[in-house]
């Protein structure tokens, strides 16, 4: 069964580092978005991309933040300088073109800044 | 607004024992998808069922049930029989709520105990 894979599973990084979390969505899939969720919290939407753009964003996706589909199969969340209050699981997300509201999440990436 | 309440922040119940996970939505959309997903003690979100607006048919799923009631605007989850392996913090999503993102509760956390 296809699935959204997501690298590294665990990155430690010092505050103030940038960091890029990887995401490969399911192939035919062409919608894709991001989740953080700080630890003990709930699942909070960060940012969703269709066609090369950003369809929406929430408040916590602010200009530290910033998504890209380098190639045709990764999907990636870069944060340009990282505090302490960006430790947190993100998840990756993908959903076809119909329905789309049917999102497969991938396993996270665990993000420890120090 | 779009909102997701579940009012049970953690449910302890003696294995075997049934447990219901409430879940009251918010929305002003004719149509939206309703999710309940689940969060094992590794990290991950485990997809368990989507229901749309427009199908209040109950579903059952091995000891799992769903109740969806659009008339109480609620989504609450079943696990007959409870056994350990159920522990986990379950999380009921709302989305397709004119926009791209899946809005989650806060999560219930259930403790199955030997």
């Known amino acids: 069964e296809p699935e959204v894979t997501q690298t590294p599973s665990h990155q430690v990084t010092q505050m103030g580092q940038e960091v890029i979390l990887r995401c490969v969505p399911i192939?035919?899939?062409?919608?894709f978005y991001w989740y953080r969720q700080i630890l003990g919290q709930k699942v909070e939407f960060l940012v969703s991309f269709y066609n090369n753009e950003i369809s929406e964003k929430s408040e916590i996706f602010d200009d530290q933040f910033s998504v890209e589909r380098p190639d045709g199969s990764n999907f990636t969340l870069k944060i340009r300088s990282t505090k302490l209050e960006d430790s947190a699981m993100y998840f990756c997300?993908?959903?076809?073109?119909?329905?789309?509201?049917?999102?497969?999440f991938g396993p996270g990436t665990r993000l420890t800044v120090t | 607004a779009q909102k997701v309440t579940q009012a049970q922040t953690e449910i302890s119940v003696v294995e075997k024992e049934d447990v219901t996970l409430d879940c009251v939505y918010e929305t002003r959309d004719t149509t939206y998808y309703l999710f309940w997903y689940k969060q094992p003690p590794s990290g991950e979100l485990v997809f368990l069922i989507r229901?749309?607006?427009?199908?209040?048919q109950n579903e059952i799923s091995g000891r799992y049930s769903w109740n969806f009631q659009k008339s109480t605007s609620s989504f609450n989850f079943t696990i007959t029989a409870s056994q350990v392996v159920d522990s986990a913090v379950y999380f009921c999503a709302l989305g397709g709520t004119g926009g791209f993102k899946t809005i989650f509760g806060a999560g219930t956390r259930l403790f199955v105990k030997a």
């Open positions: 997300a993908s959903s076809e073109l119909v329905t789309k509201y049917e999102q497969y």
């Open positions: 229901r749309n607006s427009f199908d209040e």
């Open positions: 192939s035919n899939h062409l919608y």
